[in-house]
């Protein structure tokens, strides 16, 4: 009974796992099935692999396997012709294919950033806390019991504590008389009698001494010196009190080794993310090979038998073709949504009024035969990666133009919002499709879109890309809108 319980608690979170693959490829072929009843095509290709990417990064990858069989599966069963058989005609195998080698790119690359990722970080914590560890535990033995003793001028104990005796391993009536730097092999810093002359003229001294106990083993100690004056302001005596700090000296030892190896595990992290790169750029390059092969032969397919093509199969290649340059933006918003991640911030002082109207005049194109009214305040100057704020800006402008489209005269704001005193708040607001406020969280993921693709085109990509950049500066992101009556974009950045 005690075995089959612990078997139930052990396959329940798996069961879990893989229920979450059945039930979003299932809430994605619904949701796709839905739509092309109302007419939108081409749907069910983002559909399914938001279920794939959703999976992996929640489940992992044996639910992401089931994921993407299961996509193949309803992708061929419900949306390749002909309909409602497993049946793959050889002129929709390119789609079909690209379809499962893009799901599977990227289910592994989600699942080994994922895990290098969180190995790394786990490395880092467990690291972090042996060091603060280490540190409490360094600090903790100044608590110790202060050992004291007395000497003469002449250096002969006249005076031996208890703490003494534990510590040194000396009974009283064994030190007492005797010379202590002779007794405890005293090794000093500097000159003995450099140190002397300074505890003569200023009546104190301290230092770090190296001494021996009875048994012969070797100690640190911190030692205070103060001189003891008769009535004639003659020295007469040395007290001394001195703690052991040994296996504080051991430990701080100890935390430098872990500092090293922290710094090599930063190399290793380094490393990783240049590795990381490489395969980023071998996914871009390889994989958009094939699509520039299936685009171009696809283009020169359908001038070439255009003719005696009928209506649906005309569709056919348009879809193709379209879903080819889909892949590809995915693939490049992808792909520089993870550099941003890695790139080192360049930090200067950036103007940002200057960056705004060089981000305007990049608009431009975009604008024409628009009626949008602008309305710009004067933006501070702050402290950042020109480059990536630069980026912050493209990005919340783009979405103000590109969701203002269907609005007779668009209205564009840009100014600073109220903040503490050290940070800058800058705000992007418009007047157009907006948003509803219980999807707000969703607005900053990867690959999450609020609105069809047929009615405002994009990848879901550019908001996560400013909530990355933001956060690396160590400031905020957040939105508000209303469907039909805007939306504004907030982010702050510290000051310096």
């Not at 021996?212 to 030692?223: C, F, H, L, N, R």
């Amino acid at each position: 009974m005690a075995s089959s319980k612990f078997y139930l608690r052990k396959a329940r979170p798996a069961m879990r796992r893989y229920s979450l693959a059945i039930a979003s490829v299932a809430l994605s072929l619904g949701a796709a099935l839905v739509l092309q009843r109302y007419h939108f095509r081409g749907v069910e290709f983002p559909l399914f692999l938001f279920a794939i990417a959703l999976t992996v990064w929640y489940a992992g990858v044996g639910p992401a396997i089931v994921a993407v069989v299961l996509s193949s599966v309803a992708f061929d069963y419900f949306f390749t012709e002909p309909l409602y058989t497993l049946y793959v005609r050889r002129s929709d195998l390119p789609y079909y294919i690209i379809f499962i080698l893009f799901a599977s790119l990227l289910t592994w690359f989600s699942a080994v950033r994922r895990r290098v990722e969180r190995q790394l970080l786990q490395s880092r914590d467990e690291l972090q806390q042996e060091v603060a560890l280490r540190t409490q535990q360094a600090s903790l033995l100044n608590l110790t019991h202060d050992t004291i003793f007395v000497r003469d001028m002449s250096f002969v104990i006249t005076y031996w504590n208890r703490g003494a005796q534990e510590l040194y391993g000396w009974a009283a009536q064994e030190a007492i008389g005797s010379r202590s730097d002779d007794l405890l092999a005293t090794i000093f810093p500097a000159p003995l009698e450099d140190i002397l002359s300074e505890l003569l003229r200023v009546g104190r001294w301290e230092g770090e001494l190296k001494r021996k106990k009875a048994d012969g083993t070797e100690v640190s100690v911190a030692s205070r010196w103060s001189l003891r004056l008769d009535e004639q302001q003659r020295p007469v005596a040395i007290m001394e009190t001195s703690n052991d700090i040994t296996e504080r000296r051991r430990r701080e030892e100890e935390i430098r080794g872990l500092n090293q190896q922290l710094g090599r595990r930063s190399a290793e992290l380094e490393v990783v993310n240049k590795e990381l790169e490489a395969f980023a750029y071998s996914v871009s390059h390889d994989l958009r090979a094939p699509l520039r092969h299936m685009s171009g032969y696809a283009e020169l397919l359908q001038k070439k038998v255009s003719s005696l093509l009928d209506e649906k199969s005309h569709r056919y290649m348009e879809m193709i073709l379209e879903s080819a340059k889909r892949m590809g933006n995915l693939i490049d918003d992808l792909l520089a949504f993870s550099r941003i991640g890695r790139a080192e911030k360049q930090k200067t002082l950036v103007n940002l009024d200057q960056l705004l109207k060089d981000v305007l005049g990049e608009l431009r194109q975009e604008t024409q035969g628009r009626d949008i009214v602008w309305k710009i305040d004067t933006l501070p100057v702050c402290y950042g990666d020109r480059s990536m704020l630069r980026l912050v800006l493209v990005n919340l402008l783009s979405n103000a133009v590109k969701f203002t489209r269907l609005q007779p005269q668009a209205k564009i704001e840009i100014g600073c919002g109220d903040g503490s005193k050290d940070e800058i708040v800058v705000f992007v607001r418009d007047n157009g499709a907006g948003f509803d406020m219980k999807y707000v969280k969703k607005l900053f993921g990867v690959f999450q879109r609020l609105h069809q693709t047929e009615a405002f085109e994009g990848t879901g990509i550019g908001l996560a890309t400013v909530q990355r950049i933001i956060h690396r500066h160590g400031g905020h992101v957040r939105a508000e809108g209303a469907v039909d009556q805007g939306a504004t974009f907030y982010f702050s950045i510290p000051k310096s």
